[in-house]
């Protein structure tokens, strides 16, 4: 569904310019929104001061979405908000039986994807937010971006995108929630691809292609049985990607 994109006019009548992309509000308005029903579900087991801070992150990022604005893209001089609204989308979910918490942190490291995303070959963290990524696609082809985090709410959810010269531009939401009835943890990825166009966007594309929701949805079942067994299956990768 596409968001029509609004502007804000704050107190003092200067109008606040939209500066994130249409798919990142779309993100930001759904991760706000289950922070603030994580709030609330906190609240009611009795849970006042993590609730209420869930409830304001949430509020935070579902302004972040409505307005197309973020504080932080204008003092550091970032402005996706002409990023057009196409590419490839892949989205599934899992329940894992650990902790929201625990979950987060083992993405959290980023070393860790590759050990349950077959299609990286590794993940270099540059800084507190950046990493670099290498992903192998069909055929032997490979292609490298950097990465940057723009939310990150421990236990609750990571917002990141592609930066710089990518060869794949691309952006993703993980979501971690507690599932009902003590169950351990929903995960939820949602990831969009950008394949360019021209001889190398052909290439790129191809790559973006293989990582379709089949596959996503197997490297979630490894991140189900190294978080709940300790051990991944060892079998070797397929050479059949299309």
Known sequence: MRMEATQTRPMGGKQKEINVGRTERNAS???GAALALSGLTTIAKRRLLPGLAMMAAGGMLMYRG??????????????????????????????????????????RHLENLPSFMRHLASVEVTGERTSHWKAAGPGGISVEWDAEIVEDYPGQLIQWHSVGDAEIPNEGLVEFREAPGGRGTEVKVTIRYYPPGGAAGKIAAKVAHALNAMEIEEDLKRLKQILETGETATAARSNGHH
């Open 29 to 31: 308005m759904v991760g």
């Open 66 to 107: 409505k307005t197309g604005h973020c504080d932080i893209y204008e003092s550091i001089g970032l402005d996706t908000g002409g990023s057009e609204d196409h590419g490839l989308t892949v989205e599934k979910f899992l329940t894992v039986n650990r902790l929201p918490q625990d979950v987060y942190e083992f993405w």
